[in-house]
């Protein structure tokens, strides 16, 4: 019984973390940047879909339109800072030192988190009715929520989505070559620029699909975007960087490693995490799903 | 002629000197340092109630409109200038912050800190300058107990109180407690909250074995995993500090999953949450405030000051945080004036107010705040303990049960550390 409820503790908890880590390293795979305001964008998306929720309550729509409204948010998020990050802002340092594009997403994370409190203020917001939609499943002497169960389904449709979008359509082709080498791509014909611009959008898109998805777990309030960008950095390191297969291993690792710490060794939880990752990068130290790559003079 | 003339040349500048004089004591302002979180994870819960309630205060002061003693203009005549800092950063960042406004903003008083690890970081600054500071929030026990200080104060209990309480509520309840759970975050507050709880429930309930100790670290926001496994084990009773965001996430999770129904929850501070979760905070939750604070606090006419003035500014009524700003600001105050009083009304220095607040007692909206131990740097009060119902009448969450315990009652004397007291059977307390 303990085995179980480990494997769905976990399985929940790194389905969570696979929608979060899942643009993190879809962005770094494609433009390079590892990108600290991820967790800003997973923030503001929490905000927007507490803003969109209390919109269609407010026009008496069902709750179950609830739903609608979280993905409403998430788009209109991307919609909205992708463009204005990426071609404000990010475009400028392409080509530069690396480390200078995570002091300027640093930047970025700091700046979002006043904007956020300039537009939402401090006091929290509360989407809770979307938490209960879907009644509980009984597992052994366990409830789980049902909004559990859907997080894992989403979570499933979001890797086999971005999967084959990648790898059976010719945009996901384009974005592969990008990946692969952005200036062979480029001479070749693809619009790099526009290539860069649909990967952040998308993996913006899917850190503000996470926090909407969040927003009825939590109480929306300043300080979200801290708590979810050290773990989810660990997942996209285990898996290996800019790796959706290597997201969802790392994911899966990671929220395995903590539930069977909090359920046999609770003082061990944070550590079980980083530990995880230790191992992993003794052996693999590119990550998981990461080749090995000539380093290029 | 000339004599005349001189003399009334010296008149007329003597009379220009006293009204300058006279101008420049008018004008004189009292500065002080208010730090607590204006943003992150604790500005919605503790920093900005807190901050309001010292704005709020502020104004009434200088306008001379509090009731008395809290009368006069300002402190003493003196206004009020307040300057806010941000407590969000670290330890290392807030003792630049504490150096600064001493320094350079010449603050005459720092009230300030919500962190346990904040306070213990300051308070040697603050002795090292030997500069005034008032530390309003902070529970950990271990600041005064670790070290004494002369310009260092503490204007709320510690956590102690509020954990002794907890335990000598659930005996007068008659609850029959034969385990219990921990839910505490990984960090000095957490732990200590542990430590204090779980010696209490040894010397009330010594049959009661301990279950379950999970430290979630500060922030997690995802408790699914610690709410299966307090299910999967339940015990009579589960014990959580876990305040703000945080706490407010446990709740969320944990009552649709039905863990309220498997074991009996205490918080130790869990008042603040009460106005944002309102329905959706679960019935029959023991809780604490960290004092008779919000729904806890006395019916006293400065309390039905403090809490209509507050109600009425900012649309909702005044929890725990508010309240130990507003007794940190009142005390404050008497302190300069008393001192004021004692040196020919002049600004008291630092070693003046000190003197004055030092062992000193006065009236809160949360009742008698009385600077008893560590040699009159540490503040003990009454406190009170209750149960969550949500009313449809009021809309809101009500607190009933309410049990109130004198301050030494579940305060340790001031010969004793907390840990040494709860572990002698509270030795001397005065139930």
Redesign the interface.
């Given at each position: 019984?303990?085995l179980l409820?480990i494997l769905?503790?976990?399985v929940?908890?790194a389905s969570?973390l696979f929608i979060v880590a899942l643009g993190l390293t879809l962005i770094f795979g494609v433009l390079k940047i590892l990108n600290i305001a991820h967790g800003s964008f997973y923030a503001v998306g929490a905000y927007a879909a507490a803003s969109f929720v209390a919109w269609f309550v407010s026009m008496d729509m069902a709750p179950e339109w609830s739903i609608l409204a979280m993905l409403m948010a998430a788009v209109a998020t991307a919609a909205l800072l992708a463009p204005l990050t990426e071609q404000g802002l990010l475009r400028f340092f392409y080509g530069r030192d690396e480390v200078l594009l995570v002091l300027v997403t640093y930047a970025l994370f700091l700046i979002l988190?006043?904007v956020t409190?300039l537009v939402w203020g401090?006091?929290?917001y509360?989407v809770?009715e979307p938490?209960?939609l879907f009644g509980?499943i009984e597992v052994g002497?366990?409830?789980?929520?049902g909004y559990?169960a859907m997080l894992v389904v989403f979570a499933i449709l979001c890797g086999i989505g971005v999967w084959w979008a990648l790898n059976r359509t010719k945009t996901g082709k384009v974005v592969l070559a990008v990946i692969h080498s952005d200036e062979v791509a480029s001479s070749m014909g693809v619009n790099v620029s526009r290539i860069y611009t649909f990967a952040f959008a998308f993996g913006i898109f899917l850190a503000a699909l996470a926090g909407a998805l969040?927003a009825?777990?939590?109480?929306v309030?300043?300080?979200?975007a801290?708590?979810?960008i050290i773990v989810s950095f660990a997942v996209v390191i285990i898996g290996g960087l800019g790796s959706i297969q290597g997201a969802a291993i790392g994911a899966l690792i990671v929220g395995l490693a903590?539930?069977a710490a909090?359920?046999t060794w609770?003082?061990a939880?944070?550590f079980s995490v980083y530990v995880a990752m230790a191992i992993v990068l003794i052996f693999r130290p590119e990550g998981l799903f990461q080749r090995v790559q000539a380093r290029k003079i | 002629m000339n004599r005349i003339r001189i003399s009334r040349k010296l008149a007329a500048v003597a009379a220009a000197a006293s009204l300058v004089a006279g101008l420049s004591h008018a004008e004189e302002t009292f500065r002080i340092g208010v730090v607590s979180f204006l943003s992150g994870q604790a500005a919605e819960s503790f920093g900005i109630p807190a901050v309001n309630g010292a704005k709020m205060l502020v104004d009434l002061f200088n306008k001379g409109e509090g009731p008395a003693p809290y009368n006069k203009v300002g402190f003493g005549g003196m206004k009020i200038e307040p300057i806010y800092v941000d407590e969000a950063g670290g330890a290392t960042k807030q003792v630049q912050e504490l150096r600064n406004l001493y320094d350079r903003e010449k603050v005459d008083a720092v009230v300030g800190y919500v962190s346990s690890g904040d306070c213990l970081a300051v308070a040697p600054v603050a002795e090292e300058m030997k500069r005034f500071l008032i530390l309003y929030d902070c529970g950990t026990p271990r600041v005064f107990e670790e070290r004494s200080y002369e310009y260092v104060f503490r204007t709320a209990a510690h956590a102690t109180m509020d954990n002794v309480a907890l335990g000598r509520y659930l005996k007068a309840q008659g609850v029959d407690v034969k385990t219990v759970n921990y839910i505490n975050q990984d960090y000095a507050w957490g732990h200590d909250s542990l430590r204090d709880f779980n010696a209490t429930m040894t010397q009330l309930y010594p049959n009661a074995t301990t279950g379950q100790d999970l430290r979630p670290k500060f922030g997690a926001g995802q408790y699914g995993t610690e709410i299966s496994a307090l299910m999967s084990k339940p015990a009579t009773v589960t014990h959580s500090s876990l305040w703000g965001g945080d706490l407010q996430a446990l709740m969320l999770q944990s009552a649709p999953r039905g863990l309220m129904k498997r074991t009996q929850m205490v918080l130790s501070a869990g008042d603040h949450v009460l106005p944002g979760l309102g329905k959706k905070m679960p019935d029959g939750v023991i809780l604490g405030a960290r004092g008779a604070y919000g729904l806890m606090s006395p019916d006293t006419p400065l309390n039905r000051w403090w809490f209509s003035n507050y109600e009425k500014r900012y649309d909702v009524y005044p929890v725990q945080a508010p309240y130990r700003m507003v007794q940190a600001f009142m005390g404050l105050k008497l302190a300069v004036e008393r001192a004021m009083q004692a040196n020919g009304g002049k600004k008291p220095t630092p070693e003046q107010l000190a003197a004055a607040l030092k062992g000193s007692e006065w009236e809160s909206p949360a009742g008698m705040i009385t600077m008893a131990n560590a040699n009159g740097h540490q503040a003990i009060q009454d406190t009170a303990i209750s149960k969550t119902k949500f009313s449809t009448k009021t809309n809101r969450v009500e607190l009933v049960d309410i049990v109130r315990f004198k301050a030494r009652c579940v305060n340790p004397p001031a010969d004793m550390s907390s840990e040494e007291w709860i572990k002698s059977g509270f030795k001397g307390a005065q139930c």
């Open positions: 019984m303990l409820t769905a503790d976990g929940i908890y969570w988190e006043d409190k401090p006091t929290p509360y809770s938490y209960t509980n002497p366990l409830f789980y929520v559990d969040t009825p777990m939590v109480s309030q300043p300080g979200l801290s708590g979810v903590r539930a909090v359920h609770p003082a939880e944070l | -």
